[in-house]
């Protein structure tokens, strides 16, 4: 069972758009992982059911149990982080500023404190519109640990993946190079990089392929928006030719992928000729994986 992952070192390259045309394109094949947990959109195009839920829970926080709470101050005088503010004459934690650190709970003289594992997400199981399952999250906001929320939807995808013997996992990843990117990749077998060609985006794309390569994983590249700036363009190719990297496409500028977007289709349902260029690189994508779909 093979693992394939689509990033990009910057948000608004068509990752997303592009993930879900692919996600199109393998159907019953394929199980669905959207890891983008911090902005998820690709329900959008996939019309999950929501069939399945479960609350994520990581982390810890500080809980202050008011009965046994003296009001000494003890814990608010060694908090760094200043989360322990002082509201109708208590002494509460602020689970937004709160670290779990643990160290007001280790001066309380009452043992009035305690840490616990708060909600920082929910993980959902669905059925899509493809014939397939699409597993994806919601990260609670202003919440931490996306990484581990990440890995715990790439676990269930890869399971559900081997239980019922499909060929790959698709894996929307998040963009940048932080630890939800870190947790796409951990296991991938081909890493698919969206980019497109401005300064930021090829800026970018050097970012993220660094990251790519401390795994070792062979990754291709597709140019999306590619006639934007075709000096960049050309810039993106030297680099991808320098890297080793597999130009799988160029893929013109068009509104049509958001008339796509806004009818809820993917592009290789919505218009023949961009549909066209994304099934070729699928092609590519399938053959160096070494999958038949």
């Known amino acids: 069972m093979k693992e394939i992952v689509v990033i990009s070192g910057k948000g608004g390259t068509g990752k997303t758009s592009i993930t879900a045309s692919l996600a199109y394109l393998g159907g019953e094949d394929l199980i669905i992982a959207d890891c983008d947990v911090d902005a998820a959109d690709m ?13 994520f829970y990581s982390g810890e926080i500080a809980y202050i149990d008011q009965d046994a709470c003296i009001k000494c101050g003890k814990c608010q005088d060694v908090c760094r982080f200043d989360a322990i503010p002082v509201i109708d004459t208590q002494y509460v934690v ?6 779990g650190c643990g160290y007001c709970a280790r001066v309380c003289p009452t043992d009035a404190i305690t840490n616990s594992q708060p909600k920082v997400g929910e993980v959902y199981v669905s059925n899509v519109r493809t014939g397939t399952t699409m597993i994806h999250a919601r ?3 202003g919440a931490d640990n996306s990484g581990k929320l990440v890995a715990k939807v790439k676990n269930e995808a890869k399971t559900l993946a081997e239980k019922e013997n499909k060929i790959a996992v698709l894996v929307d990843g998040s963009p940048g190079v932080g630890c939800p990117v870190v947790s796409s990749l951990s296991g991938a077998s081909f890493v698919i990089l969206v980019t497109e060609p401005t300064v930021s985006g090829l800026h970018d794309l050097k970012r993220v392929y660094e990251l790519v390569k401390k795994f070792g994983i062979k990754a291709g590249c597709i140019i999306n928006k590619a006639d934007l700036n075709e000096a960049v363009a050309d810039d993106v190719k030297k680099f991808l030719k ?10 013109p500028y068009n509104v049509k992928f958001t008339e796509a977007m806004t009818n809820g289709k993917t592009i290789v349902e919505y218009d023949e000729d961009l549909g066209k260029k994304i099934s070729e690189s699928w092609t ?10």
């Open 43 to 55: 329900h959008l195009l996939m019309a999950p059911d929501f069939g399945q839920s479960e609350d």
């Open 94 to 99: 602020d689970p937004l500023g709160c670290e």
């Open 139 to 141: 990260l609670s906001i």
């Open 242 to 251: 320098e890297e080793d990297i597999v130009l799988l496409s160029e893929i």
């Open 284 to 293: 590519k994508i399938t053959d160096i994986v070494g999958i038949e779909i």
